[in-house]
C-alpha cells in the first residue's frame, strides 16, 4: 500500500531536522522524567529533547484524554503522531485488551514511548514506523496531529490514515483554535468525514470524525 507507505515521508523536507517530526533528531539529548496525571490514572514517562512536548505533558493532550469517550473494550486503536507515548498509553491503560498502535516518523520519541510502555507494564501497545501495519484497519483514532507540517502535508497524513477507519470507527483529534480547528472541521466535512466539535476549553477544540459517509460507488 504505497500510500501507507509513504506517511513517513509526508514532512516537508525543509523543516525536517528543525522540529519534532524529524525522523532523526538532530538536539543533543537531554532525558526527563515527566509525570501525567489524569482523574483516573497515573503515567511518569520518560521524555528528551527533539520531540514535541518534552518538559510536559502539552494542554492539547491533556484535553484530549478528558474528552474522548472511553476506548472500547476490544480491537484497534490508534495513536497518530504519538511522540514519546502519553495518548497510546493512556488508552493502553484504560482498556487492557485493547490492541494499540503509536506511530510516530521520530525515531528517538518511539524508543521512548516502548520504555515507557515497558516501565508502565504495558504489553497491549506497540510504538511503530507507518509501515509495520499496514493491513490493519482501527476503530478508533486519538490524535494530537502534528498541525505544523503545514496543511497539505496534513490533509494527506489524516487522509491517509482516517480512510484506515472502520465503517463505524471514530477519530478524535484535538486542535488548537488559532492553529486553523474551525478550518479543519469544514475540511473534513467537505471531504465526506462528518466532524462535530465535542469539547473546547483553552483555545483547543476536539474534534469528533466519523469514517467517509460515501463509497467508491456513490461518488
Not at 497510546?88 to 518511539?110: H, M
Not at 483554535?177 to 462528518?194: F, Y
Request: proline letters at 7%.
Amino acid at each position: 500500500m504505497a500510500e501507507i507507505t509513504r506517511s513517513r515521508r509526508l514532512i516537508p523536507s525543509a523543516l525536517v531536522g528543525e522540529h519534532y517530526f524529524a525522523q532523526r533528531p538532530e538536539a543533543a539529548s537531554r532525558p526527563q522524567t515527566i509525570d501525567l496525571v489524569l482523574p483516573d490514572l497515573h503515567l511518569r514517562l520518560e521524555t528528551d529533547r527533539g520531540m514535541f512536548s518534552p518538559d510536559r505533558v502539552d494542554a492539547g493532550t491533556r484535553i484530549l484524554l478528558e474528552s474522548v469517550p472511553a476506548p472500547p473494550l476490544s480491537g484497534n486503536l490508534l495513536d497518530l503522531g504519538c511522540g514519546y507515548g502519553p495518548i497510546a498509553l493512556t488508552a493502553a491503560k484504560r482498556s487492557p485488551l485493547l490492541k494499540v498502535f503509536g506511530v510516530d516518523v521520530n525515531e528517538r520519541a518511539l524508543e521512548l514511548a516502548r520504555r515507557n510502555a515497558s516501565v508502565g507494564g504495558l504489553d497491549n501497545v506497540r510504538f511503530v514506523q507507518a509501515e509495520e501495519i499496514e493491513d490493519l484497519r482501527f476503530d478508533v483514532i486519538w490524535s494530537n496531529p502534528p498541525i505544523r507540517i503545514g496543511k497539505p502535508a496534513l490533509h494527506q497524513l489524516l487522509t491517509t490514515w482516517l480512510d484506515r477507519l472502520t465503517p463505524a470507527g471514530s477519530a478524535y483529534l484535538v486542535v488548537q483554535k488559532h492553529l486553523g480547528s474551525d478550518s479543519l472541521q469544514r475540511w473534513l466535512s467537505d471531504q465526506g468525514r462528518p466532524a462535530a466539535r465535542i469539547a473546547s476549553r483553552a483555545a483547543y477544540r476536539v474534534l469528533a470524525v466519523s469514517a467517509r459517509t460515501d463509497t467508491e460507488e456513490g461518488k
